[in-house]
């Protein structure tokens, strides 16, 4: 299955334990029929030498994301604040710029940023500048 930002197709979210380490990857538009720009090299890496798992996770996150009650921009800008109340940065640059391409607004995603504060405190600070970066970055959604 092919992942469009443009379209606004829905993106696998979770991609959690593999995003979570490691730095922003290098630009592979499309890797085994997914799409990988800014994603963690770490999970560039467990993409493209995980084989059948890495082919299985991946059809496991779309199952799930597409059995949402939620629209892809809110389910976006959820993940968001847990990759926050969690604290992984490194996620944050794939679904910032994600959310952004759906339609959200710095405005939200600073709010989706914040509103771990009240369960986890402070710890959600960590993630709020890298936020704010990628969606200044991202330029226009198409």
Do not use: W
């Not at 771990?116 to 200044?136: C, H, N, R």
């Amino acid at each position: 299955m092919k992942v469009n930002f443009q379209t606004g197709s829905f993106i696998p979210l979770p991609l959690l334990a593999a995003i979570s380490h490691g730095e922003t990857g290098t630009k592979h538009p499309e890797r085994n029929g997914y799409f990988m720009e800014h994603v963690s090299n770490d999970f560039q890496v467990f993409m493209d030498e995980s084989g059948e798992v890495g082919k299985a996770y991946m059809e496991s996150v779309m199952k799930i994301s597409s059995a949402s009650a939620l629209g892809p921009k809110v389910q976006e800008l959820c993940y968001l604040s847990v990759l926050a109340a969690v604290g992984l940065r490194s996620g944050m640059d794939f679904h910032v710029r994600h959310a952004k391409a759906l339609g959200a607004t710095r405005d939200e995603v600073k709010s989706a940023i914040l509103a771990g504060l009240p369960a986890v405190g402070l710890v959600i600070t960590g993630s709020l500048a890298p936020a704010l970066k990628a969606f200044d970055e991202a330029g226009e959604p198409l």
